[in-house]
């Protein structure tokens, strides 16, 4: 980690450099007086001035009338840029919700769509902190957590459906491969609930989460933060944060750096978190043409840590105090990702925009992990494995483009999106460690006896799975009247995959395969604030395997894909610009389930794709300003999900789904009342049980988590100077967010204090 010291230094010195050379003409985030020049004040004549020659008399009447015609001086770019951000922060202070246009393909209102999407805005990271993607998702309905591989990757349940490799978590419309997709460099976060197949292909029905970036401003400005943090006791930490962006000379063309990097201590009884972050970008916008470059280079190692045991008699945790870990200190994760996006938006006219992207993401790890087999709540006897991963790499290559326009039929006016995409994505695990070692007591631990595992796994090893889909996809809103369209679409998806494991490898899936999505829906807009729609949308994902079936089972072509089907219907409201949400009702049936069974004729485990599981839920999402000083975010969901056709999982609730839900975070601003700008806020989220594994053999409790926060904004010299601090889990609850079985449950974070202090530039 040497050379991530050297990069944190070097942000910062560049901070202090940033400082020095800011030209006077950088603008603030105020709004810009306008500039006017008046005539000059005309000079008392002396009395022999009518003698002057007619000549000079002329002269200076034209002088003066020329001064009476001067106009305004125009505002520069930079000065037109800030004013326009001025007006936007203003919005976002008061947690206004407006979605990108990556997430739906076009820059149609959330009114205009029959799908619905969940805004986490810019300023509720801002206030709130979340920690990952998990954190910052507790705001959006019907959300829980799955399994996050021992706490490193991205992993969120949506209206019941998700894993971590589901390829369901983008960054500005396109895939990553899913490590951890929160950082510095993401402005906000955005939810496409239900099936997105028609706009993102191969994916489960739940829906996917878009990470937007920030993008490089014309007007020149920057910030720097640092956070000194703690936990109970003596676990403590400190990050900070540069952020520097600006135009570069007058023609349109502007860059962003943003630096981060942070060490702090694991809240648990060992562990330590390290990382950093390089994002550099440049964008270009041009009269009719936009152009947007971005890199991000991260390397962090982390506390690999499967949480605790439940005893499998009781049905309860493990009577040790949560802090205790069942690893060892070994047990870590460290790599690094890397993330390349381009996109270029090209305006033809008033009516038609191209645009183009492409995105590579490639992600590098190794872990230890001490993998707990057994556990026996008499004795305190733990049995472990020592496993570990050696050499992981993870990539995703994936291109698309489409035209974005209106045309008239007869008086209808349709709205259409037409275009393409390509993906191409890795999920490759070299050696794995598979190694015996001796018994633990949970009760009295004793640490440091044993080293990570050597032993390669040879049957294990060589985990592979390869993906490749291609399609063209078509949409179409006819606008019948002002106030009704239809909307019908249609996805054609051509897709392969191939996985297996071991030395020499075995193939457990070699499929390929084609379907066409459809897409239907209709829109009654009451008025220009409220609208009422209607969908009909599907899902595809192939089945895939990289473990051997019962009877050296290959999935392949004859295997039929899982496939969703949703109904929804609700309606979406955008009052007065001020307070936006939606409230949905869905139903999703998802098919082709693999499912396993005895033949008591042969003895053999068949396989086949006979199972069903069903969700159903309502989903209220809300955010926006409720009064001049009142802002908040809200959401309650309901998501009965369960299993409806199979042998033995028939009419059992789908592992780590929540049938409740909710969540509320208020924040007051006393505005110009005190000599700076104090913002006060706070709320709590709720996650009702849920059951810890397919079988429901037992159940994580529900749990309630609140947090505070309180920032003053100032004046120190002539920077501004925001002072925040943050209070996370607010009264030290133990819960538990997610499970893989019963030796293997997560433990939510204990209470975190934070003070941060962010200067201005």
Known sequence: MGRTHLLIGAAFLLTDLSCAVVPASAQSSVALPPVTVESPTEKRQPANAEARPAQRTQAAAAARQRNRNAQPAQPTPSERAAAAAAVLNEAKLHYRAMPSSTTLRSGASPLDTVQSVAVVPEQVLKDQLPRNLDDALANVSGITQANTLAGTQDAVMRRGFGDNRDGSIMRNGMPLVQGRSLNAAVESVEVLKGPASLLY??????????????????????????????????KSGADGTIDITGPIGKDGLAYRFIGYGVSEDYWRNFGRHREMLVAPSLAWYGENTTIQLNYEHREFITPFDRGTAFDPVTKAPLAIPATRRLDEPFNNMWGTSDLMQASVEHRLNESWKLFAAYSYNTETFSANQLRITGINTKTGVETRSDDGTQGSLSNSSYGTSYVQGNFWLG????EVLFGGDGQYRTIYRDNLIRQTTPSFNFYNPVYGLIGPGTTVSAVDSAQTDKLGQWSLFFQDTLHLTERFALVGGV????????????????????????????????????????????????SLKPTSTIAPLTGGVVIGSN?????GVQWETGVKFDVNKRLSGTLALYDIDKTNVLVSQLNAATGIVEYRTAGKVRSRGVEFDVTGRLTDNWSMIGSYGYTDARVTDDPTLGGKQLQNVALNTASLYLVYDFGTTLPGQLRLGGGARYVGDRPGDANNTFVLPSYTVADIFATYET??????????????????????????????????????FSLSATVKF
């Open 715 to 752: 004046k120190v010299e002539t920077f501004p100077v925001i002072y925040q601090f943050n209070v996370k889990n607010l009264f030290d609850n133990v819960y538990y967010p997610s499970a893989v079985s019963n030796l293997a449950v997560a433990i939510g974070d204990a209470r975190r």
């Open 491 to 538: 996805r054609y998806a051509d897709y392969d995959q191939i996985a297996g494991k071991g030395r020499p490898f075995i193939t457990n899936t070699n499929l390929s395969g084609d379907k066409a999505l459809p897409l239907g829906g209709a829109i009654l807009k009451l008025n220009e604030q409220v609208s009422l729609y209607a969908s009909f949308t599907q």
């Open 559 to 563: 295997i039929a894909p899982e496939e």
């Open 411 to 414: 008086n209808m006016r349709n």
């Open 201 to 234: 292909g191969i994916m489960d029905p739940g829906g996917i989460v878009n990470t937007i970036s920030k993008r490089p401003d014309l007007y020149q400005h920057g910030s720097v933060t640092l956070l000194g943090s703690s936990y109970a006791g003596p």
